[in-house]
């Protein structure tokens, strides 16, 4: 059980009964008793009493004599509660014995859909689609985890107008010399040649554009010609997918054409709510509370004036297909910052129109941009944004040669195993460490560091735990004794305590960097243990408790990194 809801429930009832209401008793931890509950305060004015004389009286109720080892009214109204070592250790034995390391299933389980990745087709992934992918991955992993029943939307870009440019590329190459060119996965090479000529050529214009109405209209060689773009596309994708070690698979494509044959209702039930306006020859709603810098109100435009439906069209309908069709009450969209306006726009259009409503609701979990050491906008040497392709590739080789170097001894699968978890590890960690809304820096030399707030610190805090076991050739008994005796274990068992009450924290907000901060202050709280607590050599009861603490510390790294889509290695 999570500590801070024990002390909660403790503390609930007695000020209620002091308030004459439901009172959240505010449980923080603090840094001058274990925890520290401030409620008594913002009662104060409320109850028109002094906020001491309410504290005082809720310890006088509060039944907290077998958790707490003093609890007292401090300062202006501030309760102080310092856990009994007892409680701590009983709590410690109910964890080491849980596979869930005291995290429960949801008792309330939602369909959610989380988008996120969404390349485009014909275009290589860049580092835009990092952050995305790699959030929404965490994501996934953690609802998966708590129970929800999440469905992945890979919204990839694949209709559209610059389709009609690259299919007419495409005719004039000839089918199999473009797939091979599409297959050494130059998807930037070919987009570019295709654009080259739509800038150059006035007749390659126009067949640009017959190409989009045969596309829309269905022409079977067209959709092929498309098919073919888009298949070796998305196999590109799933080859950076592999190299980043994510859960997305080719089940996972929903494409915007996918919803291609939906617009046209979605546009015509707009009408008949009476939401559409027509502005400048478009249709257009115009939701209420959204000016542009001039203090006109914005449109959402749904039917473009060429009569073609665009990026917003498709957004409704992917909206309405997932809250109604597949009952989804979370929509998560995992797309950086800049579209921010985009999404609350159709989050108001469908919350209008009645397809987003509570229970259900959508959440744009926007991010900002990942900026080179000169703190601008990442980009390679000659200037081009860097292919995701290429920096995963450099972080798995610059953690090779490094473990290399830090252990000659392990032979070449070893190592390359270890340069795989390290190197994608610390990206994944750089990025989810970071508040999410925040720009971070790609600094090789500090993400790659061991000791700092790195994925390789973590990493290898699991790995020394591991080879404690190996010397000590045993396993932890779950069900020894929990022996709190030197100040730096009851450190560290209060960290061990804490991780069901961050995951919960993180399910709802979504803010990985709580997680990626509990882990690190684990590792360091394990690290201070593990320098003055002598394990192997300590005498029988203590070295069995230690070894308990020990292990559900590996379990829990282990398990919190997963959650954020790292892999831990037994030995580094
Ligand atoms: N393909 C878009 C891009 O690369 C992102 C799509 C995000 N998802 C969505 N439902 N609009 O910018």
């Not at 009952?327 to 999404?343: C, E, K, S």
């Amino acid at each position: 059980m999570d500590l801070e809801k024990l002390l909660c429930d403790r503390l609930a009832p007695a000020f209620a009964t002091v308030a004459g209401g439901p009172v959240d008793p505010v449980v923080r931890r603090s840094p001058r008793a274990d925890f520290q509950s401030d409620a008594a305060l913002a009662l104060a004015r409320r109850l028109g009493r002094p906020p001491r004389d309410i504290a005082a009286e809720v310890l006088e109720r509060a039944a907290l004599d077998d958790v707490c080892a003093s609890a007292e009214v401090s300062g202006p109204g501030f309760l102080n509660l310092v856990v009994a070592d007892r409680a701590l250790a009983a709590l410690v034995s109910e964890l080491a014995g849980d596979d869930r390391l005291g995290v429960p299933l949801t008792a309330a389980p939602q369909t959610v859909v989380v988008d996120y990745s969404a390349p485009n087709v014909a275009k290589e992934m860049h580092v835009g689609h990092l952050r995305s992918t790699v959030i929404g991955d965490a994501a996934v992993r953690l609802l998966d985890w708590l129970g929800h029943r999440v469905v992945r939307a890979n919204h990839l870009g694949d209709w559209g107008t610059p389709f009609g440019m690259l299919i007419e590329h495409l005719a004039d190459l000839g089918e199999a010399e473009a797939a091979h060119e599409l297959s050494m996965g130059d998807l930037d090479a070919f987009y570019k040649a295709a654009r080259a000529k739509f800038d150059a050529d006035e007749a390659f214009r126009e067949r640009s554009r017959l190409r989009v109405v045969a596309l829309q209209g269905g022409d079977e060689r067209t959709r092929r010609l498309w098919r073919l773009l888009v298949e070796q596309s998305e196999r590109h994708f799933l080859t950076a997918y592999d190299l980043l070690d994510v859960t997305l698979t080719e089940d996972d494509f929903r494409g915007e054409s996918a919803y291609n044959d939906l617009l046209g209702g979605v546009v015509e039930d707009l009408d008949r709510l009476g939401l559409l306006v027509r502005s400048g020859g478009a249709d257009c709603v115009f939701p209420p509370g959204f000016t542009g810098r001039d203090g006109e109100p914005l449109p959402l435009i749904v039917r473009k004036s060429d009569g073609g439906y665009g990026y917003p069209a498709t957004d409704l309908a992917a909206l309405r297909q997932r809250t109604g069709e597949l009952g989804a009450t979370r929509l998560l969209y995992v797309v950086g910052q800049p579209q921010r306006q985009h999404f609350a726009m159709v989050f108001a259009v469908a919350g209008a129109a009645g397809w987003l409503r509570p229970p259900a609701r959508a959440e744009h979990l926007g991010f900002g941009s990942i900026l080179g050491a000169d703190g601008r906008m990442l980009r390679s040497r000659t200037g081009e944004s860097v292919k995701l392709v290429g920096l995963l590739e450099e972080a798995v080789s610059r953690a090779t040669d490094l473990a290399r170097t830090k252990n000659p001894a392990l032979d070449d699968e070893a190592t390359a195993e270890i340069g795989r978890a390290v190197g994608i590890g610390a990206i994944k960690y750089a990025d989810l460490s970071t508040d999410r809304t925040k720009d971070y820096v790609l600094d090789w030399e500090r993400m790659l560091s061991l000791d700092g707030d790195t994925a390789p610190y973590l990493q290898y805090a699991y790995s020394r735990i591991r080879s404690v076991f190996r010397r000590a050739g045993t396993d932890a008994r779950p069900d020894a004794p929990v022996v709190l005796a030197e100040r730096a274990e009851r450190v560290l068992a209060m960290e061990l305590l804490g991780f069901a009450g961050v995951v919960g924290r993180v399910e709802r907000s979504l803010e990985f960097h709580h997680l990626a901060g509990h882990l690190h202050r684990l590792a360091t709280a394990f690290s201070a243990f593990y320098e003055r607590c002598p394990v192997l050599r300590a005498p029988d009861e203590l070295r069995e408790s230690r070894l308990l603490l020990a292990d559900l510390t590996a379990r829990t790294l282990r398990q919190g990194l997963h959650l954020l889509g790292i892999r831990t290695v037994e030995r580094m």
